[in-house]
């Protein structure tokens, strides 16, 4: 039994052993004694501390991990500080605040040679072609000297500064004064060079201003922006763009040098190249300059397509939509041109295409700089905090668009009243310039009559109906019958009866439509905002810029000969966009029945791999096949000088047939979808058994196998008939070789899994056929024409198509190791889709 009192006096500590004594510590050493009584053994603990000697600092490379133990004579020998930690590395966290020295280096170069260009032209005047080359380099340099100013926004050192002036003012101001030089102080250059001077020095203060802004983003903000808009959008695309263009030049420079002829000729290709160059040039920096702008005000500043399918515009957002559209128009008009030889016929074709140079150039410059303007006073009040400029408050909510703006009707009414007074002008004068005109607009004017006809599908009242009705009488049934009235009063009694033909099959299409409009009118809100905003209007959009591309195509053979021999070419040029105009249409009749109905209609990539589909489909598929091959042969025909108009003829009307076919089709399957589903609306079963989920795709039909193989066997035979005849069947053979290669490496792919011997036995005859067989009757030929030196090219070539296929077959065992989600994806996406889009690039 235990007697209270005070407790007993501590044992005294225990004298510190030397080094090495063997007694071990943990790095949090507990007491050696433990008392019952907790005050007692605080003061323990503290007379422990307070007597043991101070020991001097270990030495720094006998530190001991603290996980291993710490060895010493007592406490006083164990550091109680935490051991030194070493610093981690910095770690990559993707930042970007400046890119490398090496694309400075890249943009000074390419400015250096526009100004030695320009530097030799003013040294030697009379060499003409060193301002060619000049011209052509232009764009290029603009654009590089716009990104040497943004590739370091945050270096101001002196040097760095003065390594931009310089290169600023010897590649502007030094050129342009360098150019009047060279013209020999021609008063005109005088004054365009004045002009152009003002203009890079107001770039230069917009480009301090807007780098001053790009140093000023954050770390996060900048390395987007460098990675983003200077190296993606500004070098990989834009200096990639420019260059291609400035192959054509190069190519009719060429030729023309060939021909023993001048530069002279080769001025359409420079000016159409510069302006669209230009233009690219200027879409270039104006993206750059938008990436430093804040995304929310950004975003309220972007003309949306909802907006402009209702109207819903300011007076500024509507004269912005009008300068756009003009930009736009100008770089088609330039595009077009792109590549058309000889010097300008007049002096009126000088100045229409340098006029439509201008004129997009300022119309985007204008539009951008207002926009700019605008934009920069709202980020000023944003950072001032002015009340009640929160771009939050002012932006304008989405709307759900269910009817389009009455200015798209009367637009459309515009362009058909025009339209008419064309061929009324044709049929009372008889002249072909009236026909023409009217045969080239017929087109665009259709994309507006369509426009118009289903910018208000909700309106099904009877003066809706009457007012369509009128409208297409006015335009379509007028139409034929001044065609009629024209060519029966020239004498061609046949073509005027295929005119009445025409009104017939025109009145079948437009009793279809009133049906489509019929259904449009009775989707719902949600979808009838997608087919107004996606398939009326941006569809819409894209097939006037195709049409407008191809129009424009065909005026390039105006301005290269004359009007008499461009009617194949113009011809052409209006079966292809009809072809693109039925496309359009297509995608109409589809959009006129529910979303939940729709998937039943479309024909989806995993189900055409699989070839899964009805008759109907397969049909449909060999309609548009056949469509899209007498497309791409009517476009190489745009640009053949020896055309026939009878093949035209027969294959622009096999391809309308084609493709009519693909749209009665498309409308038979949607009209039994509409009278399948209920008349108010889709059940939830239907709902559900429609949206199904997409299959996976694990091979391709045999179809697709098939069809590489005759392909190949194709190529064998044409080279087969050129080593028996040696005549011209080796051009053909050679023109096919790229699409029979590229079908043999997508059916290396189609089958990914299918490892039967007889799959392998069709690769093997496939590689054989396309690579031995087909070079090797290749190679026959040319010994027997004595062509040695392609002889051994056709050797290597079948050497390097042998090592490519082993590589294949290795390449194909990695991608049946994928899982079913991703092989379906590859199979669907990369090789069907992508081999899709090679072969049509290979066609055209």
Known sequence: MEKNGPPPPPPPPSEPKEKGSGLELSPMPEPTQTLSNPVAQQQLENINLASSPPSPDPPKDKLTNSSAGVTGGGLGDIDLAPPPQTPDPPKDDGVVIQCSIVYSFLTFLITSAYTTLSVRFAMVSKLKLVKFYSWILLPIATTALVLSFALQPRLNSKRHLAFLALQFSTSTWLCEWLTVVGFEWDSEQIFLAVIRSFGWAVTLVLGLRVRARIARLPDKDLSKFLVDKVFSEGFLVGLGQLIFLVFSSIQCDTATMAEGEGWENCRRTLYSQTGLGCLTALVIVLRLVSGVVPPKIMKRHVLGPDRIVTMDLSVKEFF???????????????????????????????????????????????????????????????????????????????????????????????????QSFLFAASAVTLEAYWITISATLLPLVAVFYIGAFFADPSAQDRRSSRRILLHFCSFSLFGQLCWFIYEWRSGNAGMAMTHIARAALELFFFRVALKIRRGIGQLPHAELHGFLVDTLFKGGLATMASILFITFRATKCVFEHNLEKCEETALSSNFICLFIILKWWMALVRSSIPLVMRRRVVLRVDRLVTMNVSMRQKIQLACLTVCGCCGIWLFAMMDNEEKNGDWVMVVGTTGCGAVATAVVLEARRVHEVQLRSTTSAVTAATAAAAVEEQPLVSEASWLWIGLSGAMAIVTFALNVVYSIELGRWWIYGQMLAPLSGASLALALFLKPRNETVLYKRVLYLHFSTFVLLREGAFLVGLFRRGIVAYAVECVLRICALSFLFWKGLALREVVAQLDDGHLSEYITEVVFNGGDKTFVGFGV
């Open 320 to 418: 912005e939509f009008c300068g756009l559209c003009a930009a736009a128009g100008c770089g088609l008009f330039l595009i077009s041109l792109y590549g058309a030889e000889g010097n300008f016929g007049s002096h009126l074709e000088f100045n229409l295409v340098k006029g439509v140079m201008t004129f997009g150039g300022v119309s985007l410059s204008v539009t951008a700089l207002w926009k700019g303007i605008v934009i920069r006073g709202e980020m000023k009040r944003e950072r001032l905090g002015a009340p009640g400029t929160s771009t939050e408050a002012r932006a304008k909510p989405a709307i759900v668009v269910t009817r389009g703006s009455v200015f798209w009707w009367w637009l459309g009414v515009f362009a058909t009243t025009f």
